[in-house]
């Protein structure tokens, strides 16, 4: 068997070296040849890291909505009408803290004037796994980025990766407002339970 190809590679060959009339034009052949290969090689190339850069997002996808996200960010949403046209583009209430103030979810579309399209994926990464902006300031506690410090990197990328394939949404949301100011925007209070949180 490995004979009979042998035979069959040889003969090959030497058809092949028949064919080709001057050894131009078999480097001409060879250089061709070679370009096909190298563009092949570099389509492969993008083909594959499209293919890893979707799973990425599609994995950040479903983080994304597992996590709860579109409840604090999509207008409407917590009130039972998630306006899916602006998809995580900042929401339309607060939600008040007593002693902390009013916040309203913020727009986490790639919009560069009103959303996180001036971040870098690491800053958008620290954000959510410490809680602090590129600013330097820290998030209300309502953002739940304790949990999400539990995050892997790879997840946390996935979320980045997915938040940066979103369309852009145009939604200043207003805020934050401190502890002594009463805004006119519908707000939701969260109330601590009288007896401190104690769990008996």
């Given at each position: 068997?490995?004979?009979?190809?042998?035979?069959?590679?040889?003969?090959?060959?030497?058809?092949?070296?028949?064919?080709?009339?001057?050894?131009?034009?078999?480097?001409?052949?060879?250089?061709?040849?070679?370009?096909?290969?190298?563009?092949?090689?570099?389509?492969?190339?993008?083909?594959?890291?499209?293919s890893v850069e979707s799973e990425q997002a599609a994995r950040g996808k479903y983080l994304?909505?597992?996590?709860?996200?579109?409840?604090?960010?999509?207008?409407?949403?917590?009130?039972?009408?998630?306006?899916?046209?602006r998809f995580l583009g900042g929401s339309d209430m607060g939600l008040e803290v007593p002693?902390?103030?009013?916040?309203?979810?913020?727009?986490?579309?790639?919009?560069?004037?009103?959303?996180?399209?001036?971040?870098?994926?690491?800053?958008?990464?620290?954000?959510?796994?410490?809680?602090?902006?590129?600013?330097?300031?820290?998030?209300?506690?309502?953002?739940?980025?304790?949990?999400?410090?539990?995050?892997?990197?790879?997840?946390?990328?996935?979320?980045?990766?997915?938040?940066t394939t979103l369309p852009p949404v145009s939604h200043k949301v207003p805020g934050p407002?401190?502890?002594?100011?009463?805004?006119?925007?519908?707000?939701?209070?969260?109330?601590?339970?009288?007896?401190?949180?104690?769990?008996?």
């Amino acid at each position: 068997m490995i004979d009979q190809i042998a035979r069959r590679l040889n003969r090959f060959g030497r058809l092949l070296r028949g064919s080709l009339p001057t050894p131009r034009w078999t480097m001409r052949r060879s250089a061709v040849l070679a370009a096909v290969l190298a563009v092949g090689a570099a389509a492969y190339g993008v083909s594959r890291a499209n293919s890893v850069e979707s799973e990425q997002a599609a994995r950040g996808k479903y983080l994304v909505r597992f996590g709860g996200c579109t409840d604090c960010h999509t207008p409407g949403h917590l009130l039972g009408k998630p306006d899916m046209s602006r998809f995580l583009g900042g929401s339309d209430m607060g939600l008040e803290v007593p002693d902390l103030g009013i916040f309203v979810g913020p727009n986490l579309t790639p919009d560069k004037e009103t959303g996180l399209g001036t971040w870098t994926k690491d800053q958008i990464a620290t954000a959510i796994q410490t809680g602090v902006r590129p600013d330097g300031r820290v998030l209300a506690p309502i953002m739940p980025w304790r949990a999400y410090a539990g995050l892997t990197s790879s997840d946390a990328a996935a979320i980045v990766e997915y938040l940066t394939t979103l369309p852009p949404v145009s939604h200043k949301v207003p805020g934050p407002f401190g502890a002594n100011e009463k805004p006119a925007i519908f707000r939701m209070t969260v109330v601590p339970p009288s007896d401190g949180g104690r769990h008996d």
